[in-house]
T-cell receptor
């Protein structure tokens, strides 16, 4: 069974602060994909990044960066110089590659509500 | 980005009503999904359609009935719902096969239908 834990339920920061959202996962599969999605108040889940288990390189995209550490089963997300528009719920998700049976289960964490105050 | 659209965006229905949720994807994908998002719960996968065939049904009550007439459209027919079925229902799509080979691609989500059952 897969599990994704986002221990931070809510985080509040002041604009321009850096903030890191934690994600810890559990899976027995050796091959899997990890995702981050953003859900603004409008409700739509917006895809941010996807990373496969063989690629532990950290990634940076503008103010966003991701730190994947297989040794600690973590895939943390950092927003640098946060802005009010970053306020949203952020979800981490795991997609295991299973050789047989159901292979389409995206397992989501419970989400972290980020509030960026002006 | 209007790759995946959902209608209606909001729906209020009584327990004896019959209604349908509609999802349409404009991304050329061949897999579509229904998810349920309740307050304070992780996203729950309900149904998966791949190449218009239902391949996943996560123990969803029969009062929810999906229909996938073609690879671009997905419906969720609702009847005799319960108040605990009130939630945000999200549709997603992805590319499940590419040239006959199973692939794992990112799921893209629609804005959701916020359902209230009275």
């Amino acid at each position: 069974a897969q599990k994704v834990t986002q221990a931070q339920t809510e985080i509040s920061v002041v604009e321009k602060e850096d903030v890191t959202l934690d994600c810890v996962y559990e899976t027995r599969d050796t091959t899997y994909y990890l995702f981050w999605y953003k859900q603004p108040p409008s409700g739509e889940l917006v895809f941010l990044i996807r990373r496969n288990s063989f690629d532990e390189q950290n990634e940076i995209s503008g103010r966003y960066s991701w730190n994947f550490q297989k040794s600690t089963s973590s895939f943390n997300f950092t927003i640098t110089a946060s802005q009010v528009v970053d306020s949203a719920v952020y979800f981490c998700a795991l997609y295991p590659v299973i050789s047989s049976g159901s292979a389409r289960q995206l397992t989501f964490g419970s989400g972290t509500q980020l509030t960026v105050l002006p | 980005e209007t790759g995946v659209t959902q209608t209606p965006r909001h729906l209020v229905m009584g327990m004896t009503n019959k209604k349908s949720l509609k999802c349409e994807q404009h991304l050329g994908h061949n897999a579509m999904y229904w998810y349920k998002q309740s307050a304070k719960k992780p996203l729950e996968l309900m149904f998966v359609y791949s190449l218009e065939e239902r391949v996943e049904n996560n123990s969803v009550p029969s009062r929810f009935s999906p229909e996938c007439p073609n690879s671009s459209h997905l419906f969720l027919h609702l009847h005799t719902l319960q108040p605990e079925d009130s939630a945000l229902y999200l549709c997603a799509s992805s590319q499940d096969f590419n040239g006959g080979l199973a692939v794992i691609e990112t799921q893209y989500f629609g804005p959701g239908t916020r359902l209230l059952v009275l």
